[in-house]
Every structure is written in structure tokens, then in C-alpha cells.
């Protein structure tokens, strides 16, 4: 079993920056731990993600060069920092633990999610 809890999310006006955190407990080994977002009427995402083993890394195509998800293993602490954020960035942020990083029909444990608003 893995326990995800996010936060971090909040209002943040065009240009900005925020940065979301996953705490991570219990066996997620072997995962690729990542992030989700589900913007209103759209589907859910996936925007970024880290294998466990070998450290390879995810981001959508939309986030390349702004977004950066890194890991503090000592604290159990997945981050996404988010730069250069654009009005899109509207959704509900999710942290996961799957076996891929891209599908979400495959993430096994879903964290409550964090909300981010454009304030423009």
C-alpha cells in the first residue's frame, strides 16, 4: 500500500510560479511516481513523473522547460515546481504511484489532489 499527500496548490496569476509536494509512505518501490492534473471538462493528464529505478524522468510535451519534478528521498517528498505557469494551468493536481508514468488507466495509488487557479 502507498499513501500519497499533496500540497501546495493554491492561486497563482500567469507568468508565476508554485511548487506542489507529494509525501510519499509505504512501498512504492519500483514505481514510476508522478503527477496528474485534471483541468475542468478536460481529461485527466499526465504532466510529469520519475521512475524509482533507474531515475528516468516524464513531462508532457505542454510543461517541457517549465516544469521540473524532482525527489527528496530522505524526506519521502516528491516536488513539482512549476515555472512560467500559463492560464491552463487550471486543474486538480494529483500525485500517483503506477507502473508507467503516462497512463493513468495503470496508476495504483492516487493522492486526495491539490487545486491550482489561474488568478489572471
Known amino acids: 500500500y502507498v499513501r500519497l499527500v499533496e500540497s501546495g496548490g493554491g492561486s497563482v496569476q500567469a507568468g508565476g510560479s508554485l511548487r506542489l509536494s507529494c509525501v510519499l509512505s509505504?512501498?512504492?518501490?519500483?514505481?514510476?511516481i508522478g503527477w496528474f492534473r485534471q483541468a475542468p471538462g478536460k481529461e485527466r493528464e499526465a504532466v510529469a513523473g520519475v521512475y524509482t529505478v533507474g531515475g528516468s524522468m516524464y513531462y508532457a510535451d505542454s510543461v517541457k522547460g517549465r516544469f521540473t519534478i524532482s525527489r527528496d528521498n530522505a524526506k519521502g517528498t516528491l516536488y513539482l515546481q512549476m515555472n512560467n505557469l500559463k492560464p491552463e494551468v487550471t486543474a486538480m493536481y494529483s500525485c500517483s504511484a503506477a507502473p508507467s508514468c503516462q497512463s493513468q488507466v495503470l496508476v495504483s495509488y492516487w493522492g486526495q489532489g491539490t487545486q491550482v487557479t489561474d488568478s489572471s
Open positions: 509505504g512501498s512504492y518501490g519500483g514505481y514510476c
